[in-house]
């Protein structure tokens, strides 16, 4: 079983920037994909971005422009690198891992932007 360990969470004023990791605890399928959701209070889970192996960057209109995913292969890690950051992105921050029929999730990071 793959877990998923996410940091980078935390307060941050409107305007700032914050970069989440997410690291899976073992070599996983060469084909896969990682990424972010995020869920605010009382809101579904929504797409933020992912990044295909050996494919390109997605990303929510809401995030374009102004989050940027990367993955580090060997490291078996996936990063968000979030600035101008608005209170709207205030939620819980997920990384998902899919490898064809199997799907990870990690436990969420809380990012809160204050106005």
């Known amino acids: 079983q793959v877990q998923l360990a996410e940091s980078g969470g935390g307060l941050v004023q409107a305007g700032g920037s914050l970069r989440l990791s997410c690291t899976a605890s073992e070599s996983v399928f060469s084909i896969n994909v990682m990424g972010w959701y995020r869920q605010a209070p009382g809101k579904q889970r929504e797409f933020v971005a992912n990044?295909?192996?050996?494919?390109?960057?997605n990303y929510a209109d809401s995030v374009t422009g102004r989050f940027t995913i990367s993955r580090d292969t060997a490291k078996n890690t996936v990063y968000l690198e979030m600035k101008n950051l608005m209170p709207e992105d205030t939620a819980v921050y997920y990384c998902k891992l899919t490898t064809g029929v199997n799907i990870y999730w990690g436990q969420g990071t809380q990012v809160t932007v204050s106005s």
């Open positions: 990044h295909p192996t050996g494919g390109r960057a």
